[in-house]
């Protein structure tokens, strides 16, 4: 057991004056998101919450989220995050299936969950009464802080366990990898209720570092905050980078901008090389919910030479490749496997996938990759969406990223089909730009010249929309559907 000081008291007690989280209106030292957290607390102890319970929160990105966080941490309850994206089914679904006794939601999404009885708006909250309550002050780094449900991408979603210790060591890892400064301020435009944002509530509190909040992502607003050097670092996935581009024109942001985090997703290659030109120092890295955030992290001094790789493990974090129970040799595929203290125990109430996933004190992430010969991490794909086209892997992100580089193309998915001659064969699924006329045998084209032959789309189909989940990742199990029903698959090229 390693008992910390609760980490918002400690920070107030340390740093009280310093901007704890603003929302580029209003904003809070660390003082007052103490003081306000310790009201919410008292108000959640009105309505019974006790240590060791499961609270969920159905919120976006608001000064209101971080406080109830922090007043849940008081109370030693576990903070479910909900994706206010899904549906009121999805969500009766995880609140069930954590056991969560109490749901707190903004107040224009508490409807969405209708006659629920466990909802409370954070209007109906803040109009409680307070009770009195001793606040904790300490956690035990071993004890859960939070739960997230995986986004589904590959199957039913499971119940991470995030524990304090975790998000302690993931922010201590960041930390030495990007390093902390005086005038640092985190931008959240990523949601809360993912890890990318949860993260940089956590950093906040450790580093003593504000952080900025946007309650959905606007291009303008940020672009603006970097230029002004109000913002120095900012959390993006590839679609947000590409419109912070789109905004940028030919200005450069300023050096008090200092690291762009990409990650949640392949990054393509053309995005890479056309940030590279701009100036724009992007830190591409891997991680997922189950490593508290990033555990693999490449600095920009890298981003020419190790074009397309997610880097090398954080200082806490290890890293090996794995093939049929063995270690595989540098270049040669197989599945990524990560160990360290921000690897979580497991997925709440599900020890037989617990233990799947996790052996040895290695999480098997699904994920596909291989290292060069100086440990560089490049990621294929995931394990679940391998195509095997006549004996040969066939990775569909990388017939994605080609066919996303093509100027018509706007959204790309690929997907195996089944195919007589050849087991699986690639098959592409492409919503144009508005206005574009690229037309099938133009795009195989392209791939063509792009791509080895067995990797180049036997069809492609032209799209309205492609299937994603709420965490808006795309959903390629799905792609099949889309398959007009009266067509039999060409074959092989
Ligand atoms: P589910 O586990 O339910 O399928 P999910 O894996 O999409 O959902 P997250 O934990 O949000 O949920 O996403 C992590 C995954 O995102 C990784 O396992 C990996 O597949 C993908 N990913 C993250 N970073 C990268 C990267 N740099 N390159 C390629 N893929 C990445
Ligand atoms: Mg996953």
């Given at each position: 057991?390693?008992?910390?000081?609760?980490?918002?008291?400690?920070?107030?007690?340390?740093?009280?004056e310093?901007?704890?989280?603003?929302?580029?209106?209003?904003s809070?030292?660390?003082?007052?998101?103490?003081?306000?957290?310790?009201?919410?607390?008292?108000?959640?102890?009105?309505?019974?919450?006790?240590?060791?319970?499961?609270?969920?929160?159905?919120?976006?990105?608001?000064?209101?989220?971080?406080?109830?966080?922090?007043?849940?941490?008081?109370?030693?309850?576990?903070?479910?995050?909900?994706?206010v994206r899904?549906?009121?089914?999805?969500?009766?679904?995880?609140?069930?299936?954590?056991?969560?006794?109490l749901?707190?939601?903004?107040?224009?999404?508490?409807?969405?969950?209708?006659?629920?009885?466990?909802?409370?708006?954070?209007?109906e909250?803040?109009?409680?009464p307070?009770?009195?309550?001793?606040?904790?002050e300490?956690?035990?780094?071993?004890?859960?802080?939070?739960?997230m449900?995986?986004?589904?991408?590959?199957?039913?979603p499971?119940g991470?366990?995030?524990?304090?210790?975790n998000?302690?060591?993931?922010a201590v890892?960041?930390a030495?990898?990007?390093?902390?400064q005086?005038?640092?301020?985190?931008?959240?435009?990523?949601?809360?209720?993912?890890?990318?944002g949860?993260?940089?509530?956590m950093?906040?509190?450790?580093?003593?570092?504000?952080?900025?909040?946007?309650?959905?992502?606007?291009?303008?607003?940020?672009?603006?905050?970097?230029?002004r050097?109000?913002?120095t670092?900012m959390?993006?996935?590839?679609?947000?980078?590409?419109?912070?581009?789109?905004?940028l024109g030919?200005?450069?942001?300023?050096?008090?901008?200092r690291?762009?985090?990409?990650?949640?997703?392949?990054?393509?290659?053309?995005?890479?090389?056309a940030?590279?030109?701009?100036?724009?120092?992007?830190?591409q890295?891997?991680g997922?919910?189950?490593?508290?955030?990033?555990i693999?992290?490449l600095?920009p001094?890298?981003?020419?030479?190790?074009?397309?790789?997610?880097g090398?493990?954080?200082?806490?974090?290890?890293l090996?490749?794995e093939?049929?129970g063995?270690?595989?040799?540098?270049?040669?595929?197989?599945?990524?496997?990560?160990k360290?203290p921000?690897?979580?125990k497991?997925?709440?109430?599900?020890?037989?996938?617990?233990?799947?996933?996790?052996r040895?004190?290695w999480?098997?992430t699904?994920?596909?990759?291989y290292l060069?010969?100086?440990?560089?991490?490049?990621?294929?794909?995931?394990?679940?969406?391998?195509?095997?086209?006549?004996?040969?892997?066939?990775?569909?992100?990388?017939?994605?990223?080609?066919?996303?580089?093509?100027?018509?193309?706007?959204?790309?998915?690929?997907?195996?089909i089944e195919?007589?001659t050849?087991?699986?064969v690639?098959?592409?699924f492409?919503?144009?730009?508005?206005?574009?006329?690229?037309?099938?045998?133009?795009?195989?084209?392209?791939?063509?010249?792009?791509?080895?032959?067995?990797k180049?789309p036997?069809?492609?189909y032209f799209?309205?929309?492609?299937?994603?989940?709420?965490?808006?990742?795309?959903?390629?199990?799905?792609?099949?559907?889309?398959?007009?029903?009266?067509?039999?698959?060409?074959?092989?090229?």
């Amino acid at each position: 057991m390693t008992m910390m000081p609760n980490w918002l008291k400690q920070r107030a007690f340390l740093t009280p004056e310093r901007v704890a989280v603003s929302d580029g209106k209003r904003s809070k030292t660390f003082a007052a998101l103490h003081e306000a957290a310790a009201v919410w607390a008292r108000r959640l102890a009105r309505v019974g919450v006790k240590e060791g319970e499961i609270v969920a929160l159905l919120m976006k990105n608001r000064i209101e989220m971080v406080e109830l966080v922090h007043a849940l941490f008081f109370l030693g309850a576990r903070v479910l995050l909900l994706n206010v994206r899904l549906t009121a089914y999805e969500l009766g679904w995880q609140l069930d299936d954590s056991g969560a006794r109490l749901v707190i939601a903004d107040n224009d999404l508490a409807g969405r969950l209708g006659g629920d009885g466990r909802v409370l708006s954070v209007e109906e909250l803040a109009a409680l009464p307070e009770a009195e309550v001793d606040e904790k002050e300490t956690c035990d780094l071993d004890d859960v802080a939070t739960i997230m449900y995986t986004s589904g991408t590959t199957g039913a979603p499971k119940g991470v366990m995030q524990t304090y210790g975790n998000h302690w060591w993931s922010a201590v890892g960041s930390a030495l990898n990007l390093g902390v400064q005086e005038n640092d301020c985190w931008l959240a435009a990523v949601p809360l209720f993912h890890i990318s944002g949860l993260s940089i509530v956590m950093r906040s509190v450790i580093y003593g570092m504000p952080m900025r909040l946007q309650p959905s992502f606007d291009p303008e607003e940020a672009n603006d905050w970097i230029m002004r050097g109000e913002v120095t670092v900012m959390s993006v996935v590839a679609a947000m980078l590409q419109r912070l581009l789109a905004v940028l024109g030919d200005a450069r942001y300023p050096d008090t901008f200092r690291c762009m985090l990409l990650g949640g997703g392949p990054a393509p290659r053309p995005l890479l090389e056309a940030c590279k030109d701009k100036g724009i120092p992007v830190y591409q890295t891997y991680g997922m919910t189950e490593t508290a955030s990033q555990i693999v992290t490449l600095a920009p001094e890298y981003s020419l030479t190790k074009l397309g790789s997610a880097g090398k493990p954080l200082f806490p974090a290890q890293l090996r490749i794995e093939n049929d129970g063995k270690t595989a040799a540098p270049y040669e595929a197989g599945e990524i496997v990560v160990k360290g203290p921000n690897v979580t125990k497991g997925y709440w109430r599900r020890p037989e996938a617990t233990a799947a996933a996790i052996r040895d004190g290695w999480l098997y992430t699904g994920d596909i990759g291989y290292l060069d010969e100086e440990g560089f991490l490049y990621v294929l794909d995931r394990r679940s969406d391998l195509i095997i086209s006549g004996g040969e892997n066939v990775y569909p992100a990388e017939i994605e990223a080609v066919l996303l580089s093509h100027p018509d193309v706007e959204e790309a998915g690929v997907t195996g089909i089944e195919d007589e001659t050849w087991g699986q064969v690639p098959c592409a699924f492409v919503r144009l730009k508005p206005g574009a006329a690229a037309d099938e045998e133009a795009l195989r084209a392209f791939c063509r010249a792009r791509l080895a032959k067995y990797k180049v789309p036997a069809r492609i189909y032209f799209v309205n929309r492609l299937p994603r989940n709420a965490a808006q990742k795309l959903l390629r199990r799905e792609l099949k559907t889309l398959i007009p029903a009266e067509e039999k698959p060409a074959s092989h090229p």
